[in-house]
């Protein structure tokens, strides 16, 4: 016989003759009697033998039947014991993908709390500037900058961004304050060409082209380029958020007083279909309450702006 008999009749019989009772196969399989008997019976023609004896109310394997089962239950343990296997592997490791600056200011600081909560769940960072594909590159979930709008994913809003100006006080120091967006504009900043200085300079009324300020040095992380700003060697654009814990040791302060949101704000992506995977959801619902609780201790907005 070239080709396998449907793969649903199968599975009946398999329950079937495992329980002897038809009855206790539709239960566990969630069927009825009914349907449970017609699988069998469509089996027992497309064999052209029967693998049952009806003895008065009950049933019994024949001969034939009892030579199938156990083979066919080695069949479907194995299946099970694959997918289970599968399942197990994929439910026990959680892989995020962020930016650097997100992973390295945030994320890396704070993920130690949510793996002392969920001690049988290994966590994966894959710190990256690029846009990932969730789907093609193995990843759970992603934080995002942006609107919110990726075809084929869902996104939860976790904050929106502020972005300031800031340079340390020893540039202060050496440099002098400056009075108002027009002179910081004038001043030597690093990553002149960042597109958050654009959208600054344009929230603060300014009309010429940053780009066409001092030269800088450029830089390709907000991490490098906050870290070279606590040095003293220039002004940054950075996510106030991201370096409030060097912003109240006074490392960092604001070059020019200013409040400007960013257009792009922080998400949480995923995969629809798996909006309430045990792993996905516990990770969705701590980070959630960990912003939540950092923005209702931020009423003024100062660090998240409303």
Known sequence: ?????????????????????????????????????YQV????ERLG????????????????GRALAPILTRAFDLMRNGF?????????VLTISCTNSFAHLWLAPKIGAFQMRHPDLAVRIQ??????????????LAIRGGKGDWPGLEATLLTHNRLVPMCSPIWIDRHGHIADADALHASP?????????????????VQADPADG??????????????????GQGIAILNHFLWKAEVEAGLLVEAVPSYVREIASYWIVYPPHARNTPKIKAFRDWISA???????????GRYFPK
């Open 290 to 300: 960990e912003f939540a609780t950092a923005i209702a201790a931020d009423p003024d």
């Open 49 to 64: 033998l029967s693998l049952f004896q009806r003895v008065g109310r009950k049933v019994a394997l024949t001969e034939k």
């Open 84 to 92: 289970a296997v599968l399942t197990q592997d994929n439910s026990a």
């Open 127 to 140: 710190a990256d500037d690029a846009v990932v594909d969730l789907a093609r590159d193995g990843i759970d």
């Open 214 to 231: 001092p030269p800088g040095i450029a830089l390709d992380s907000q991490v490098m380029e906050g870290r070279t700003a606590i040095a």
């Open 189 to 205: 900043r690093l990553s002149p060409d960042d597109m958050w200085w654009h959208e600054w300079f344009a929230a603060m009324g």
């Open 1 to 37: 016989m070239s080709n396998l008999p449907p793969l649903s009749a199968i599975r009946v019989f398999e329950a079937a003759a495992r329980r002897e009772n038809f009855t206790a196969a539709a239960q566990e399989l969630g069927m009825t009697q009914a349907a449970v008997s």
């Open 41 to 44: 019976k469509l089996l027992e």
